[in-house]
């Protein structure tokens, strides 16, 4: 499979979401990063936590490239969304149910056994830098995930009843948080209905959505049922949500969508409309239309960095590396909350220009990258090659150390972290985190040789 990505690689260097590939022995799945869908579901969980301990932060939230809805957790606190789940929805207060849902299970410390279990991605990861963002990392899935909304995942009919009565105890609870939080709790109701209209339109395997979970029917009964205990749950929309929301949609229907089929459905010249070709003819290659539809959307909103991380990114494609740089910063400046991908993005452009200015200046953003994420492994590959490009050897060492350390490559990070502590400045930081991967990795290097 990996062969068969680098080859691909020119065409997939016009991506603008970083990729992990996360796999099993019999199905496949990718994940995708990308920082507007990551900002706005931090946004909207920030809403549904409102009356609630739990923290954003402590949440680790996935996002699936699939055509098919679904979102569903795993043990611990993650959650993972399809990309699909978000197009489908009309209303971002849709999406929010969904969510709502899933967090639901989580607080409700529902127990879920997929008969492979889903965790610590970052132990598995092997991040391939293809071109741009471009990453990939390994995990495992299972093909009971597949349903809509899984709360439990096994396709055993043991684990039917126990599936259902989370089921209707996360549907009852989604209703209580969406209500206790300003959103209305019908759009829970206007979801299913679209889950059901799905499945009308889709024969579905007897071992999926089906045989695990209620009957939609079933479901809005009771989630009715708890609507009635509030006095009122009808609230206005927030438009500016609204707005971001039609916009996130149309950039992930230019990218998981065929081009025709995005051209089909945003046809007119409304903002959205704009964005959604725009990531459509880049990945068809038209990159002079995109930036065209970009510009508008730029004057319109100057302020908007998403529209600008895109331009960078197709300049960057085009070996224009010094516009790419111009963008980025841009976005950088209008970005509201700091993001790993983005200093991430920024450091790898800066090391195109190839001099040493430059390739410090990489270096510090790409610091600030891992800061902010310390499990992104290709934040840590572009520092090694920083460090490298500047002959800071024994720093390099250090870094390649972590990226083998988080793509569970323990043998070459055992090597490359006592390559760096040979010669890396005593007492600095580097220096005690290069002993403390020596000291974790010792004992499973020597089992293993």
Not at 169 to 191: E, H, P, R, T, V
Request: hydrophobic share 40%; charged share 20%; with cysteine.
């Amino acid at each position: 499979m990996v062969a068969e990505i680098m080859r691909c690689c020119i065409f997939l260097r016009n991506l603008l979401i970083l990729f992990y590939f996360l796999f099993s022995q019999a199905h496949a799945f990718e994940i995708i990063r990308d920082t507007e869908l990551e900002q706005f579901t931090d946004d909207v969980l920030s809403i549904l936590l409102k009356a609630n301990d739990l923290e954003v932060e402590e949440l680790n939230i996935y996002f699936v490239n699939s055509n098919q809805i679904n979102a569903f957790v795993t043990g611990g606190k993650n959650i993972f969304i399809n990309t699909e789940t978000i197009i489908k929805a009309d209303d971002y207060r849709e999406y929010a149910s969904v969510l709502a849902h899933e967090l639901a299970h989580i607080i409700g410390g529902h127990i879920f056994n997929t008969s492979i279990e889903i965790s610590n991605l970052s132990d598995k990861a092997m991040p391939i830098y293809l071109l741009g963002i471009i990453g990939l990392i390994t995990g495992a899935a299972d093909t009971g995930l597949m349903g809509v909304m899984v709360g439990q995942a096994s396709v055993n009919d043991g684990f039917t009843f126990y599936s259902r009565t989370q089921e209707a105890s996360a549907d009852q609870a989604a209703i209580n948080i969406l209500c206790k939080n300003g959103i209305s709790g019908k759009f829970l109701i206007n979801f299913l209905n679209k889950i059901e209209r799905f499945e009308t339109a889709n024969t579905l395997d007897a071992k999926s959505y089906r045989s695990t979970h209620p009957l939609i029917q079933n479901r809005i009964v009771w989630i009715k049922s708890s609507l009635a205990n509030f006095e009122n749950c009808n609230f206005e929309i927030d438009n500016e949500m609204q707005t971001r929301f039609e916009l996130l949609k149309a950039k992930l229907h230019g990218f998981t969508h065929p081009h025709t089929e995005t051209e089909a459905v945003y046809k007119t010249s409304a903002d959205e409309d704009l964005y959604a070709t725009a990531v459509s003819n880049y990945f068809k290659g038209n990159h002079a239309k995109s930036i065209e539809n970009l510009e508008n959307l730029i004057k319109k909103n100057p302020l908007n960095p998403f529209y600008k991380e895109l331009v960078g990114e197709i300049y960057f494609v085009n070996s224009d590396y010094n516009k790419a740089v111009s963008y980025q910063l841009s976005a950088i400046e209008e970005i509201e909350k700091a993001n790993d991908l983005y200093f991430m993005i920024i450091g790898n452009y800066l090391l195109y220009l190839e001099n040493t200015e430059e390739t410090r200046e990489a270096i510090s953003y790409l610091k600030k990258s891992i800061s902010l994420n310390s499990k992104n492994a290709y934040a840590w590959y572009l520092l090694s090659r920083a460090y490298a490009q500047i002959n800071l050897i024994p720093l390099a060492n250090y870094a390649t150390a972590e990226r083998y350390f988080l793509t569970g490559e323990r043998e070459l990070s055992y090597e490359f972290a006592a390559k760096a502590l040979k010669h890396i400045e005593e007492n600095s930081p580097e220096w005690y985190r290069s002993k403390d991967l020596i000291e974790i990795l010792k004992k499973k290097v020597s089992n293993n040789r």
